[in-house]
C-alpha cells in the first residue's frame, strides 16, 4: 500500500456545506486511494474510509461514487492520461484526484498527491467559486447553442438556474443575455419553478 500526502491546488465552491467544508479538511493529510476505496488519515485519526464503485470514465478522467459517514454521497474524479501527465509535470507529483458533490453546481477540491518526504510547490491554491461556475456554465452555454448541442444546452442553463434566484442576477456576466433571450423563447423545456427564475 502507498500512502500520499495531499495538498489542495484548486477549490470550487458555489455553494458551502457541512460535505465541501469536509472535503477542504482533507488538505495536508495521508490518503490510500485505488479504484475501489479511498481512505484519509491525519496523525492517527481516520478522517474518510470510503468503498468506490466505479460511475462512469471520458477521455480525461475516471469517476466514481462514494459515501461519507453520514451517507450522503460523493464524486472521487482521479485524472488520466494527457490531464495527469500534465499535473505531474506542473507539480512534480505523484498522481491527483478531485472529492467533489454529486450535484455538479456545489463544490469539488482538487488534490495532487506527493510520497509523503515531498514537499510539493503548489503555490497560491486557485479558489473558484459562484461567479466563476456561472460564468463557465453560461459560455458552455452558449458553445452548445453554436455546435446545435440542445442537451448540454439545457443541462447547463438548469445548472444556471440551481445558482441564482432570477435571471436578473446574470446581467453582471459576459453574454449572458443571449442565454436569457433563449430560455424565454423555450420555456416549455423549464419546470414550473425553473420558469419563475427566468426573467
Same mark, same amino acid.
Given at each position: 500500500?502507498?500512502?500520499?500526502?495531499?495538498?489542495?491546488?484548486?477549490?470550487?465552491? =458555489?455553494? $458551502?456545506?457541512?460535505? !465541501?467544508?469536509?472535503?477542504?479538511?482533507?488538505?495536508?493529510? @495521508? +490518503?490510500?486511494?485505488?479504484? *475501489?476505496?479511498?481512505?484519509?488519515?491525519?496523525?492517527?485519526?481516520?478522517?474518510?474510509?470510503?468503498?468506490?464503485?466505479?460511475?462512469?470514465?471520458?477521455?480525461?478522467?475516471?469517476?466514481?461514487?462514494?459515501?461519507?459517514?453520514?451517507?450522503?454521497?460523493?464524486?472521487?474524479?482521479?485524472?488520466?492520461?494527457?490531464?495527469?501527465?500534465?499535473?505531474?509535470?506542473?507539480?512534480?507529483?505523484?498522481?491527483?484526484?478531485?472529492?467533489?458533490?454529486?450535484?455538479?453546481?456545489?463544490? =469539488?477540491? $482538487?488534490?495532487?498527491? !506527493?510520497?509523503?518526504?515531498?514537499?510539493?510547490?503548489?503555490? @497560491? +491554491?486557485?479558489?473558484?467559486? *459562484?461567479?466563476?461556475?456561472?460564468?463557465?456554465?453560461?459560455?458552455?452555454?452558449?458553445?452548445?447553442?453554436?455546435?446545435?448541442?440542445?442537451?448540454?444546452?439545457?443541462?447547463f442553463s438548469k445548472r444556471i438556474l440551481s445558482l441564482i434566484s432570477d435571471t436578473r442576477e446574470l446581467m453582471e456576466y459576459n453574454n449572458a443575455d443571449q442565454i436569457v433571450?433563449?430560455?424565454?423563447?423555450?420555456?416549455?423545456?423549464?419546470?414550473?419553478?425553473?420558469?419563475?427564475?427566468?426573467?
Open positions: 500500500m502507498i500512502m500520499y500526502k495531499t495538498s489542495i491546488f484548486q477549490k470550487n465552491i =458555489a455553494r $458551502h456545506s457541512t460535505e !465541501s467544508e469536509k472535503a477542504i479538511g482533507f488538505d495536508n493529510c @495521508n +490518503v490510500d486511494i485505488s479504484t *475501489k476505496h479511498l481512505r484519509i488519515t491525519n496523525g492517527g485519526t481516520e478522517l474518510l474510509n470510503s468503498d468506490l464503485k466505479f460511475l462512469e470514465e471520458d477521455f480525461s478522467t475516471i469517476s466514481y461514487l462514494g459515501k461519507y459517514k453520514n451517507r450522503i454521497e460523493f464524486r472521487v474524479i482521479r485524472p488520466t492520461d494527457l490531464s495527469l501527465a500534465n499535473l505531474k509535470n506542473r507539480f512534480d507529483c505523484e498522481a491527483a484526484f478531485s472529492i467533489a458533490s454529486v450535484d455538479p453546481s456545489s463544490y =469539488a477540491v $482538487h488534490f495532487i498527491l !506527493s510520497n509523503s518526504n515531498q514537499s510539493p510547490n503548489i503555490g @497560491n +491554491v486557485v479558489d473558484k467559486g *459562484k461567479k466563476e461556475q456561472v460564468q463557465r456554465l453560461i459560455d458552455g452555454s452558449i458553445r452548445a447553442l453554436q455546435v446545435n448541442l440542445q442537451s448540454n444546452f439545457i443541462d433571450e433563449v430560455m424565454k423563447a423555450n420555456r416549455h423545456i423549464f419546470s414550473e419553478t425553473e420558469n419563475k427564475q427566468i426573467k
